[in-house]
């Protein structure tokens, strides 16, 4: 099957939050060599990046819909764009939201853009994530 705007405003939840600990935030802001001290301690809050942690949860699910039939080796992460509320803080229980926004094609070549809505499991809005990946169909 090939992408087409049905698609569009199809959404994909996370399966489970994501809880924020400091030792992962602290974690996350070694591994991209950041050594601020607000990723530190008790209060530490999140680097900016440290969204796709969380979005990438509901990106799981939306890859793996059966519907989309889209194929892992032949995907291309292209842009990312993270928009915030808030930061995300230490302690913070994240659920996950991926959105289809917008689906069009290029030949063999699909191009579909999401957004990723991070809120607390209350509903409170904290980031958006806007991303773009493409699927290639071509034959191998």
Known sequence: MTIDATMVGRSYAAAESYQVGREKIREFA????????AYRGDDAVAPPTFAFMVANSALIELLGDADLGLRLDRIVH???????????????????????????????????MYETALTTVDGDPIATSASTISHNRADA
């Open 30 to 37: 070694d591994a991209i060599g950041d050594p601020n001290p």
């Open 78 to 112: 292209g842009a990312q764009k993270f928009s915030y509320t808030r930061p995300i803080k230490a302690g913070d229980e994240i659920a996950a939201t991926a959105t289809i926004t917008t689906v069009r094609k290029a030949g063999d070549v699909e191009v579909i």
